[in-house]
């Protein structure tokens, strides 16, 4: 379930949560959440909480709470620092070129097979599990 866009859901989860505790009592008070003049009280705290949760809270994500983004996020990390290592190696294979000389395409052919080609990048996540504090 999302919180939608304004206080209805926040309101009606206090509406029917307020209903559930009522109807425990002898006789049963839930319906007494339905009389008009209590919906703009469930209406208001459900703004309240809707504000809290949507404006003022701070979402935060860890490693505990996702651990499948953040491990993507370290192989993306590590894909980065092959492909600045394999763009090194090519600058370096092709400064030691010289085109004027028979056998330097042969070893820069031999240098560039010799770079390590950086892995694939890892799908995306398609969620992620933060935490409000």
């Not at 209805?8 to 003049?37: F, I």
């Not at 504000?51 to 505990?64: G, V």
């Not at 560039?112 to 799908?123: D, F, G, H, N, R």
Request: contains cysteine.
């Amino acid at each position: 379930m999302t919180l939608g866009p304004d206080k209805t859901t926040c309101a009606t989860e206090l509406r029917e949560a307020m209903r559930a505790q009522l109807d425990t009592m002898d006789p049963p008070q839930g319906g007494n959440v339905d009389n008009p003049q209590v919906k703009p009280n469930f209406d208001a705290l459900g703004d309240g909480v809707w504000r809290i949760l949507t404006q003022d809270a701070e979402t935060i994500s860890a490693a505990a709470q996702d651990p499948t983004f953040w491990a993507f996020l370290a192989a993306l990390r590590t894909e980065v620092e092959q492909l600045r290592a394999f763009d090194a190696g090519l600058r370096t294979a092709f400064a030691a070129w010289d085109p004027t000389l028979p056998a330097s395409g042969a070893t820069l052919k031999a240098a560039i097979a010799a770079l390590t080609v950086p892995a694939s990048t890892p799908a995306a996540p398609t969620s992620l599990n933060g935490r409000i504090r």
